[in-house]
């Protein structure tokens, strides 16, 4: 009887370069299809990065129109823009929303999400991003004075600036501002005990002459944060990488000179439109004459 021969398959080198050769026509052909598909929903869906910056950028610089002040007086309701006049280490800048693409919801409509940071830009321009509303906290009627030492809150425009409150705490571990490690200022929503601010006369000489005096608008001021006591303040020299450029660090900080005075990272002008329709009352163009000598002894070179 003969034996049967063993059937004789294909060798093992064989198996495995065919193999190897179905494995890398599969994936040289299907992850790129499935990728360009996968990039073309996302752009039918308005989901890519780059269109998510574009929406964002289109809708929060959308143009404010700040408050017309009349008489020169702050009121409560009215919308303005905070900036800094800028020192030594820093340009002229203005408190703004530090949003990007991830703090963005679309729905039930495009807002800003809470808690949400804030910085220093260099762009002065009067938008949702730098608009803020002066909001009573202690039951002052909408148009009524704001006075100094009065307890106030800002808040941003309604929309996509999402209506949220400036605060702060006291500093911790966990909860202080990322490079400076000084005490933390971001927008939250709700209007708790955190949001409460205060101005004072910039010079500690005049400050209880001025104590109970309306405000006014478009010179420098102190705003002082009511729970902590410390002063909002722009940082010079902590640059931050945004979606809007580099732009300044934000902290609530007091920082006194060898006079025991404010220093001018804490000097802020509650800007204003111009009465006679010329727009935003900037701190370097000239100042009318109801606009007293606080301006000029806070910005001797402007």
């Avoid at 009121?75 to 002229?92: P, T």
């Avoid at 807002?111 to 909001?135: E, L, N």
């Avoid at 002459?209 to 705003?223: D, K, M, R, T």
């Amino acid at each position: 009887m003969t034996e049967e021969e063993p059937s004789v398959g294909p060798s093992p080198s064989v198996t495995i370069e065919t193999t190897k050769q179905a494995t890398l026509a599969t994936f040289n052909r299907s992850p790129s299809k499935d990728a360009m598909k996968e990039y073309l929903e996302k752009k039918e869906r308005g989901e890519l990065t780059a269109q998510k910056v574009d929406f964002l950028k289109q809708n929060i610089l959308t143009p404010v129109n700040l408050t017309v002040t009349n008489d020169g007086i702050l009121h409560f309701g009215d919308v303005v823009m905070l900036v800094n006049v800028g020192g030594k280490k820093r340009k002229c800048s203005a408190l703004s929303i530090n949003a990007d693409i991830n703090s963005l919801t679309r729905i039930p409509a495009p807002s800003i999400q809470a808690p949400c940071g804030v910085s220093a830009g260099k762009g002065i321009q009067a938008c949702k991003r730098t608009a803020f509303i002066i909001t009573s906290v202690d039951g002052s009627p909408e148009g009524s004075t704001l006075h100094f030492e009065q307890s106030f809150a800002l808040k941003t425009t309604s929309g996509i600036a999402g209506g949220l409150y400036l605060t702060s705490d006291l500093r911790s571990f966990q909860k202080c501002a990322k490079m400076s490690r000084l005490q933390e200022v971001n927008l939250d929503d709700g209007g708790s005990f955190l949001s409460w601010w205060k101005i004072v006369h910039f010079d500690p000489q005049e400050r209880l002459e001025y104590e109970g005096q309306p405000v006014p608008a478009n010179v420098s001021v102190l705003i002082i944060h009511c729970k902590t006591n410390q002063a909002l303040a722009v940082l010079g020299d902590h640059v931050l990488w945004t979606t809007y450029g580099k732009e300044y660090e934000m902290t609530a900080h007091t920082f006194l000179d060898s006079h025991k005075a404010e220093q001018d990272n804490n000097h802020w002008i509650l800007c204003t439109c111009d009465p006679a329709g010329n727009g935003l009352v900037l701190p370097n163009q000239p100042q009318s004459a109801s606009n007293n000598k606080e301006h000029t002894q806070a910005n001797p070179g402007i």
